[in-house]
Structure formats: structure tokens, C-alpha cells
């Protein structure tokens, strides 16, 4: 019996609540009727433990074995280092060294690094955001393949060089996509959004890489990067897949055994601003026939003692289609195609949003609902049937989540970064089963916290100015960001 076997068997019971997941999902109608209780005893389950090695240089190996009836396997090297490493003069420095990683070694040109992986039929990229404290080099594949793909993953990891056109090419390629981006109403929401949160300091303040952050980025300022930072003792290598670590620790040795021990700096978190009283900032889109709306604060930490209760709140207010946000703008009042919630948290603490894009006519109508259900999530306690339903609807996607290997991965990277308990995960349905209506009412209170939303909107500000007006003082920008100028609300 494989891994993913004893798993479905260990979560069988999950499956049933999976199923009235997708149910709910797909039948909005559906999800207001009542839903039974999940037994607590039902929802106890024991997954499969990853082994572990650490290597003489400090590099920490990570296998969760057996798993995927198919014969694959997912690689991931984590760097503990990310665009929270970034240089407050130099956002984007991880990211840019990310993205430049494959794109030529001491050994191999860009080209055969592409041309190697597609022969192998595998994957290969690596990613760091701005506001992340890791870099993830990424590959997959066939398990008989691994050991080539590990020999080609350890290349770009431990000998990138970094070539001063592939940068140039980078850098245009870059700056287009920023030039394209602002064109895009959701990426001028967000981008205004994180800025009013976090300001100008914190790296999470920033969506993309400043241009003239981008354009004085050299070689050397990459090469340097990789060298404080991209250390085994800074690193974990993390694999899921038909491979035991027996089987691949003695190709780890052989890639990585030697790589030289080293200390990287210290990452600082960086505390967030102190929140502001409420404000509107309208981003001016003239003849724009669509508005897009988001209203949040800060959250919480990804260690703090309120994230299952958030979990479940969210989930009663915006995450899908059963959710009240989506029923009420859409279902009720056909303002949208869609209106959601999300939360995040890091090290530090993250966001939570609602967010929708509504007709412009409807701007008025769509922010009444939106202050509407915030007010009533806060205010009210939540009914024992939409409270389980939600319950069962997290719960069976957790129980899906279980199928993709990514997923799993994620999990144990998540664990290892954040120090969560060892049996994290084994509790996790257990956690959000005990949630309760007084539970999900507490944290309403404490993080829908309406005096200190922030509200972004896009779109036609001669439309929807006085409209934004009702609910506080107006700052209004154009597209690039820059301030048109200040109005107090009438």
C-alpha cells in the first residue's frame, strides 16, 4: 500500500465531508440548508511523517516517501531568505535573483538548462515575492529521473551566474509587464491597498519592483545577493514522490555535501505602521464602466492563536459562492460577477480584504452591501447551520487538498518554517470543528475593524467620487500613483 493509499484510508471519513464541500460549492441554494455536526472522533486522523536527515553543512533534507501512485516527484529547494532580505534601497534584489537563477550556470548556457529539463520531461523555476522571507527553487518529474533533475536543480542553485544580457533582457522584459500591469484595474487595487497598509518602509508596501529600483540592479549586486544568502545551513530540500531517503540521500550528499557552510544575515521583521483612521483612495480610471472595490485592515500572524477562528469567519463571509458576500452582491443584488474575502499572514502580520468589481452605476448600491455584511458579521452571531456548513466546507477542501503532492509539500515547509506543533496538520480538522459562532463574532470584532478600514477604489472618479465621499475623506490618484489631490468627505 502506497503513501496516497494509506492516506485516503487514514482520511476516508474526510472524503464524505469533501464531497458536501463541492455540493455547497457548485449549489449556493444548497448551502443554506442545514448540515450536520462533524463528530470530533470522526475528524481525528494521523498522516504520514516526513523522514529527515541534516547534512554535515547544515542543509536540511526533508522526504515524504511513497507518495503518488503515479511514479513522480516534487522537488523543492527553500532559501530562508527572500524579498524581507531586500536592501530598502534594492526591492526586488531576491526576486531578480530568483528569476535569474536558470538563466545560465558555470557549467550550462540558459539554453541547455531549458533544453536539459524539457528532455527529462520535468519542470524547473524558482520564485521570491517581495514581501516573502523565502526563495523557492521548484522542479518535478519522473522519480527515475531525479537524480538528473537534482544535479540540474543543485547547478542553478549553487553556480548561477548571472550574465549581464540575460539582466538587461530581464530588466525590459520587467519593466513591459509593469507598463501592462497598470493598465489592470485589480493590479491598481491591490498594489494602492498594500502601500496604504504597510506604507513606503515595509517591504510588503510593494506589489512590483520599483522601476528605478530595477533599472540600477547590476550583476554584481545579484552575485552578492546569492552569496550572503544561498547557503545549505539557510536552506531546506523538501521531496514528495515515489523515493524513499534512503534512496535519495546518498545523491544529496553527492550534489550538495560539498556546498560550502555559511552564515546568512539575520532577516528582520519588520514591525507594520500603526493603522490609520478610515479613508477612501480612488484611483481615477476616466470612462471606466466598472468600479473595483477593496475594504480591509490588518490581520494576524500565521502563528496566531485566532487563524482557525479567522478561517472559519472568512469563510462564512466571502471565500466562494455560498459565502454571504457572493450571495448578497451577485445572487441577491446581481451588482458583480463575484465578491470575496481573503486573509494572509507571514512573520508578520498580513491583511484581511474584501474585494469585489461591480458595475459603475452600482458603485453606491455595492458599497451599502459590502459596510452591510461587515457591520453584520460583526454584530450578530452567526447561525449554527451556516457555521457548520462552513465548517464542512473547509474540512472536505482540506481533505481534497491531500490529493496534490504541491499541497503536501507545502504542508511540511509550512510546519518548518512557522515551528507549528508536529502534528499541525493531524489537528487541523479537529481545530476548525471546534470554531464556534461566539469564536467567529470575537475575531469579527477584532479584525473587521471598522475604525480603521481602508477602502480602494478604481475607477471613473467624476461617477463615483461623492459616492465614496459618504463613508470618509476622498484621496484620489491616477494610474501611475501619483496624487491628484486631496477631498474631505462631505
Known sequence: MNLQTKI????????ALALVALLLSAHPIAAQKVVPPVSKETL???????????LKNGLRVVVLEGYDQLPTFTMQMVILSGGLSDPPDSRGL????ASLLREGTRTRTSLEIAEQVESLGATLSANSDLSSFTTTVTSSGLAQNLGRVLDILTDVVREPVFPADELEKHKTRTVSQLQLQRTNPNFLAGERFSRVIYGDQHPAGFVSSPVDSLKKTTSADLKKFHSEHYLPSNAILTVVGQVTLKEILPKIERELGDWKRGDAPKTE????PNQSAPKIYLIDRPGSV???????NLGITRTDPDYFALLVMDKVVGTSPTSRLFRNLREDKGYTYGAYSNFGGSKFRGTWAANSEVRTAVTE???KEFMFELKRIRDERVAPDELDNAKHALVGSFALSLERPQTLLQNIITQKLYDLPAD???TYPQKVAEITAADVQRVAQKYVDLSHLQIVAVGDAAQIRDVLAKYGTVEAYDSEGKLIKATDSK
Open 290 to 296: 466598472q468600479t473595483v472595490l477593496q475594504l480591509g
Open 44 to 54: 481525528k486522523v494521523t498522516l504520514p511523517k516526513a523522514k529527515e536527515a541534516t
Open 424 to 426: 499541525y496538520w493531524d
Open 94 to 97: 531576491a526576486s531578480f535573483t
Open 365 to 367: 448600491g455595492a458599497m
Open 269 to 272: 521583521t519588520r514591525a507594520v
Open 8 to 15: 485516503r484510508a487514514k482520511c476516508k471519513a474526510f472524503y
